[in-house]
């Protein structure tokens, strides 16, 4: 058996650039897809955890917390949340059109550097095939990173990549990314900010299929390590996970639409999410105690803010 591991192990790789290339392509697709899905999120900390349901309101997420520590909110905590909730609606109704454009495009600029900065991983670094393993139920093709001699970062966020190293572990069916490790080993200077980002800074990634063709992440934890006008010292961490994805039926819709069309990478404009119904706390719960059961139970059963 060990004698078949290390042989599987050691199965030919295919060209890199080309496992990249496919692995950029699939990447992008999964980043285009990701608004059109709903899904809760868990943060943990110091103190315990958080868990949130994430809504797409008029255009721009909002997080409702539904559980503390693994226990779902008392009546009255829940109460005091759907109030937060209906007071956001409303506030997002009465904006002007300014207001609006403003808010939504704020989202956009987040969402957009933090794609930038993954898909600049595949411009910063140079991979290096270490084989092919198991990774859960993935069969990956692993890829060590290095930097590349001569980048030139596009922007500040990006710069810290210039101090990294790290891998990719890539399905080899797919060519979506399962993992990504990233870890700064030397200090990045980052001029107009006077700050330094200091080794120990890390990243960790990791994505799961939510259906045959989309991956989206399903943890991101991160540990960072800097110095503000060089003396201060400053540190952050977060570790989050994400759970309970179903697709939009506005999206299945138009997904529908785009392969009568033969387009099956169709671009889908609608971003929505979902709020459970009125009166269904119940379903929240499920979702934050069991959430395959959520996705079985409450999936088809969905009210809409848009």
Do not use: C
């Amino acid at each position: 058996m060990l004698a078949a591991a290390g042989l599987y192990a050691a199965a030919p790789v295919p060209n890199v650039t080309q496992i990249i290339q496919r692995s950029v392509e699939a990447n992008d697709r999964d980043w285009r897809a990701a608004p059109d899905y709903n899904h809760f999120e868990q943060d943990r900390t110091a103190g315990g955890t958080k868990t949130y349901q994430v809504l797409m309101i008029l255009g721009s997420p909002y997080r409702k917390l539904v559980a503390v520590n693994g226990n779902t909110l008392s009546p009255a905590e829940r109460s005091e949340e759907q109030h937060k909730l209906d007071q956001e609606i409303a506030r997002r109704r009465s904006e002007s059109p300014a207001q609006r454009a403003a808010r939504i495009a704020n989202y956009r600029r987040g969402r957009q550097r933090d794609h930038q900065l993954m898909s600049q991983l595949v411009q910063a670094f140079n991979f290096r095939p270490l084989g092919r393993q198991r990774l859960g139920q993935h069969s990956v093709y692993v890829l060590k990173a290095t930097p590349r001699p001569g980048y030139i970062p596009p922007n500040l966020e990006t710069r810290v990549l210039t101090g990294m190293q790290g891998k990719l572990w890539i399905d080899t069916k797919t060519f979506q990314w399962v993992k990504v490790e990233a870890e700064v080993m030397h200090p990045v200077w980052i001029e107009g900010f006077l700050a330094r980002v200091d080794p120990g800074t890390r990243f960790e990634l990791e994505y799961a299929p939510v259906s045959h063709n989309v991956w989206l992440p399903t943890r991101f934890v991160m540990k960072s390590r800097a110095k503000i006008l060089f003396v201060i010292s400053h540190s952050e961490q977060a570790d989050e996970s994400y759970f309970g994805y179903s697709q939009a039926p506005v999206a299945a819709a138009s997904a529908s639409r785009n392969r009568a069309a033969g387009d099956l990478q169709g671009s889908v404009l609608l971003k929505r999410r979902f709020r459970l119904p009125g009166n269904s706390t119940r379903a929240a719960e499920s979702a934050v105690i069991n959430p395959i059961q959520w996705r079985t139970e409450y999936a088809e059963n969905r009210s809409w803010i848009v």
